[in-house]
């Protein structure tokens, strides 16, 4: 029927080439070999198959009821015919297997064989695909582009295809037929189409993988990556923490001029990153995520998780960025929502300045030279624009986000620098009183050991606060 050394060798060629198990090839022959004789001769008769691996011949039998009156030969066998072949213990009930040997089904078997292996092999192909490449499902791939449609990337690697959205690529990426590409394999299907896996270049967890990759430190869990909030491939804030006091988180993460941080932003289309300590506490971390901006007073709701930020005048405009984008990442990256107002605006509508941000002492006295030339009528004052921004707050995981709705936030060409406020003169003569005070215990003797260059301990204004309550 089926000559049984070639079986053999086309069987090692199929799991040498296809990875697919022997014992499965094995199962499908024997399928397809019950299928062609179902198919063209009986559908209801009982077919046994049975291979011999040394040799590779095939054994096909069909198992026949012994009855005292045959009433369907495909099926029955009568007792004395069943006596003269297989024995006179035989009878009635009895199963016995005839030998199939019929040349046309030979033919038939080989084709019908022949479609269930093809079959076979795709679905053990997938399986297998499926089973390589699950393990690596949250991981950086890197493949070739093959085809660049309107609406999708395919990209082949290694065994298989990936299948990127438009939507999962960067604005700004513009990869053509032919060209290398690094793309986070965000999941991983057994699919009908050739694309097994969906990739995504604007998850967090793309740029988490890529800080992985080029910092070792994140690799070896020594800096851990506490949370990321991304506009892909504009800006991107990430949250840092190492509880080794011998390492700057920062500092490793940038690298020696820049080495290390820039890479990943090459990768992202030179998409910036912002990179900041995170806290425990939360008014710390939002201070810390707003850098470069100072703040001066902020107040927190922790049932409501909202925060009142005050800034300076002149970084107001920072604070929020262009289309309010600066304040939404910080928002996304804390988890909190964001009221943030000028200091103008707040002395306006006397607001509680609780002086407990991260303004240095340098930077105090040239608010406190600012409000005494206001008092004097040496500056000019156009009133102050309103300004508040709330927004959504989302869970954080290091996976993709979605956009924080869009906020009516204004625009930072609306913003006037060094807008002073309209405020009363004994309201503003409260706040240099305020800022005297806080001058006179940062010039105290711990400030006097510090070099002039380094920052304050910005933990004394805890001490501060306390000793005044």
């Known amino acids: 029927m089926i000559d049984g050394a070639k079986l053999l060798v086309t069987i090692d060629e199929i799991v040498s080439e296809k990875q697919i198990s022997r014992d499965l090839i094995l199962e499908s022959i024997k399928e397809g070999i019950k299928k062609a004789y179902e198919k ?11 291979i011999d691996q040394k040799t590779g011949q095939i054994k096909v039998e069909k198992e026949l009821t012994v009855v005292k009156k045959v009433e369907d030969d495909l099926l029955e066998i009568g007792l004395k015919e069943a006596k003269e072949k297989y024995g006179e213990q035989i009878t009635v009930d009895d199963k016995v297997y005839e030998p199939v040997n019929s040349e046309e089904f030979s033919r038939l078997a080989i084709f019908q064989v022949g479609q269930i292996i093809k079959q076979q092999i795709k679905e053990a192909e997938k399986d297998s695909i499926f089973d390589e490449y699950i393990v690596q499902k949250g991981y950086l791939m890197t493949g070739v582009v093959i085809a660049a449609e309107e609406k999708y990337l395919l990209v082949e690697v290694d065994r298989t295809f990936a299948y990127i959205p438009r939507r999962n690529l960067i604005f700004s990426d513009n990869y053509e037929v032919g060209q290398q590409i690094t793309f986070l394999a965000e999941d991983i299907v057994k699919s009908k189409n050739a694309g097994q896996i969906t990739g995504s270049r604007t998850s967090n967890d793309f740029l988490y993988r890529l800080l992985e990759r080029e910092i070792p ?13 991304r506009d892909p491939g504009r800006r991107s804030k990430i949250a840092v923490y190492s509880t080794n006091e011998n390492i700057d988180p920062i500092g490793a993460c940038v690298g ?40 001066i007073s902020i107040t927190t709701n922790d049932e409501g998780k909202e925060a009142d930020v005050v800034v300076p005048d002149e970084q107001l405009s920072l604070a929020i960025g262009k289309g309010g984008s600066a304040a939404k990442l910080v928002a996304k990256l804390t988890k909190w929502k964001l009221n943030i107002m000028s200091y103008s605006e707040a002395l306006t509508k006397q607001v509680e300045i609780l002086w407990n941000g991260n303004l240095t002492n340098e930077e105090l006295v040239a608010l406190q030279v600012k409000l005494k030339d206001k008092i004097k009528g040496k500056g000019t004052a156009t009133p ?4 508040a921004v ?15 709705e869009e906020t ?13 406020s309209e405020a009363a003169p004994e309201v503003l003569v409260e706040e240099i009183q305020e800022i005297e005070k806080n001058i006179s215990y940062f010039e105290n003797e711990q400030l006097e050991s510090q070099d002039e260059d380094e920052e304050i301990d910005y933990d004394d204004y805890d001490d501060y606060y306390d000793q005044n309550k």
Do not use: W
């Open 40 to 50: 063209h001769f009986d559908p209801e008769a009982t077919i046994i198959v049975d």
């Open 256 to 295: 020696s001029k820049g080495s290390r941080i820039n890479k990943v932003t090459a990768e992202l289309q030179d998409e910036k990153i912002d990179i900041c300590i995170y806290d425990d506490n939360s008014q710390q971390f939002i201070i810390n995520s707003l850098s470069p901006v100072k703040v």
């Open 217 to 229: 430190e994140i690799f070896e869990q020594v800096i851990e990556v506490k949370a990321i909030a």
């Open 408 to 420: 009516m936030i204004m625009n930072e060409d609306e913003y006037q620098v060094d807008d002073l």
């Open 390 to 404: 709330e927004l959504p707050v989302e869970e954080f995981e290091i996976i993709e986000e979605q956009m924080a």
């Open 384 to 387: 102050p624009v309103e300004v």
